[in-house]
């Protein structure tokens, strides 16, 4: 079981790492016995590998896959927060008359989100684009489903929402639970239609044109999304400080979290993002 546990948390870091350290991380938990708090440092080691990566163990063309990799991840994650941000305000249609920062945080979040989307997908459907013809032309049956996952779960999704909106008229007279079932499976189905793109990448290892303009694009995703969180957490913070008789927005550790989510994962997006250029741009010249 222990080695069965030491085997999951390795599977949590890049491939690159685990064909250099699997083995004698394995070993190690063999022979020193380690238990349940061992295989936990060792998973929680995981993120910084794909945020940093080491420089020994990648070229450029994957160092510059790991980035696009992470950016994805963590820009996915932003846009699931930014989609309730959406349903827990704006579409409530609430904004303190007596304090224009929470109407011109609205403004700036739509404007930044509308401009991170549109440059995900400038920047990623060639990409896209070139592995799915691989896949294709290789048959790779595998990675074509995991590149079809963006397309097929997001409208799955929606479908599944309609429908279930056609049944239940008014899901909010039923208790905050259609809701917080909605928001779950939501973010599954972001985290679903990232994973399946990444998996696709790590194992086709795509190179060339393709994967130089998503790591160039990738900066601009990750600086708009970043303002999108930034404006979004104004929003949210004004709420909770000047709408204190609203109950909705008057739960502080709620926003506490929120807010460290924000942080947490805009970081993760744009320190990726600006490794990812610097993969680029020393490619570039030892060409």
Same mark, same amino acid.
Do not use: K
């Given at each position: 079981m222990t080695r069965a546990l030491a085997r999951a948390a390795l599977a949590l870091y890049p491939p690159a790492w685990r064909a250099r350290y699997g083995d004698e991380v394995l070993a190690f938990v063999d022979d020193s016995g380690g238990g349940l708090g061992a295989i936990a440092s060792i998973a929680l080691q995981a993120p910084p590998m794909w945020i940093c990566p080491p420089v020994h163990l990648h070229d450029a063309d994957a160092r510059m896959r790991a980035s696009i990799s992470t950016v994805l991840a963590a820009w996915s994650f932003l846009t699931g927060l930014a989609l309730s941000f959406v349903m827990f305000t704006q579409q409530q249609g609430f904004a303190p008359p007596d304090h224009p920062v929470v109407g011109w945080s609205y403004v700036v979040f739509d404007v930044t989100l509308a401009a991170s989307v549109l440059v995900t997908l400038t920047g990623?459907?060639? #990409?896209? #684009?070139?592995?799915?013809?691989?896949? @294709?032309?290789?048959?790779?049956?595998?990675?074509?489903?995991?590149?079809?996952?963006? /397309?097929?779960?997001? /409208?799955?999704?929606?479908?599944? @929402?309609?429908?279930?909106?056609?049944?239940? $008229? $008014?899901?909010?007279?039923?208790?905050?639970?259609?809701?917080?079932g909605f928001t779950i499976a939501g973010f599954a189905a972001a985290a679903v239609?990232?994973? @399946?793109?990444?998996?696709?990448?790590?194992?086709?290892?795509? $190179?060339?044109?393709?994967?130089?303009?998503?790591?160039?694009?990738?900066?601009?995703?990750?600086?708009?999304?970043?303002?999108?969180a930034l404006a979004s957490g104004i929003a949210a913070t004004g709420l909770c400080l000047w709408s204190p008789g609203f109950p909705a927005y008057g739960d502080g550790p709620a926003l506490g979290g929120y807010l460290l989510a924000l942080i947490a994962a805009a970081a993760v997006a744009s320190v990726s993002a600006a490794r990812g250029r610097l993969y680029a741009s020393r490619r570039r010249s030892s060409r």
């Open positions: 990623s459907l060639p #990409l896209w #684009l070139t592995m799915l013809r691989q896949a @294709g032309r290789e048959r790779r049956r595998r990675d074509l489903a995991c590149l079809l996952l963006p /397309a097929v779960v997001p /409208a799955a999704y929606l479908g599944a @929402g309609l429908a279930t909106l056609s049944l239940v $008229h $008014h899901p909010e007279a039923s208790g905050p639970w259609w809701f917080i239609s990232a994973g @399946g793109p990444i998996l696709a990448m790590i194992r086709m290892r795509p $190179h060339g044109r393709a994967v130089r303009l998503a790591v160039r694009t990738s900066g601009a995703a990750a600086a708009s999304i970043t303002a999108a």
